[in-house]
């Protein structure tokens, strides 16, 4: 099954310029360099199916697979896990996305207690959290996108009006960010991915 919109007109626009760094392409095609001319934009795996500027290219572009699809069959192994949980002591979540901060920093203690990294992050003494939040955004595979992009949560919000929770596995970036929205179970919380990873630990503990 791909992992993009087959259906777009980006991949057969001759305007489209590939994503070429590995980890961006888990996220976008790549940018568009005509709409909104002189400045780019970012093309997501959705493309358009609509587009005023649309000018057939000739072929097809072809994205490559997820990185993290193609590391996990090679290695043949789970890589060791790292959790993340970022929110801010001087500022209250927003109610778009809420979130029980006490709650939150109790089960982080719960992860660490059955051997996994975990840690929480204070952003009040973060100046930029634009690199932590270009990696929540662009990391996690397209079918389980966080709610941080240009159509949620933007940079700003990260970790103090929307706390946020990111899993790694190996890699320098997330594969997993939360709170992001499920078919099936709505916007998972902060909370309940935390809970999540408690039950997750308990019942396969890890290896020390």
């Known amino acids: 099954m791909a992992n993009y919109n087959t259906e777009c007109l980006c991949v057969r626009c001759k305007h489209l310029r590939p994503a070429l ?4 392409q888990k996220a976008y ?3 568009c360099v005509k709409r909104e001319w002189p400045f780019t934009l970012s093309i997501t795996l959705q493309g358009w199916t609509e587009c005023e500027v649309f000018e057939a290219g000739g072929q097809t572009y072809v994205p490559p697979q ?3 699809a193609k590391a996990a069959v090679v ?3 789970a890589a060791a896990k790292r959790v993340e949980f970022y929110y ?3 500022q209250k979540p927003g109610e778009m996305f809420p979130c029980d901060i006490k709650r939150a920093l109790e089960l982080v203690k719960q992860v660490q207690a059955t051997g996994v990294d975990c840690k929480a ?3 009040a003494g973060i100046k930029d959290r634009f690199p932590i939040y270009h990696k929540t955004v662009s990391g996690p595979d397209a079918s389980v996108r966080p709610v941080f992009g240009a ?4 940079v700003e919000d990260f970790g103090t009006t929307v706390p946020a929770l990111l899993v790694f596995e190996g890699d320098r970036y997330p594969v997993m960010a939360f709170p992001r929205s499920d078919a ?6 902060v909370e309940q991915a935390l809970e999540d990873l408690v039950a997750e630990t308990a019942a396969t503990p890890v290896a020390r």
Do not use: E, F, M, W
């Not at 760094?21 to 961006?24: G, V, W």
């Not at 159509?151 to 933007?154: E, P, R, S, V, W």
């Open 21 to 24: 760094d590995p980890n961006i």
């Open 29 to 31: 095609l790549g940018k």
């Open 66 to 68: 997820p990185v993290a």
């Open 75 to 77: 290695a043949g192994k």
């Open 88 to 90: 801010s002591s001087t």
């Open 121 to 123: 992050i204070d952003v």
């Open 151 to 154: 159509k949620g949560a933007l």
């Open 184 to 189: 099936k179970r709505g916007t998972i919380r």
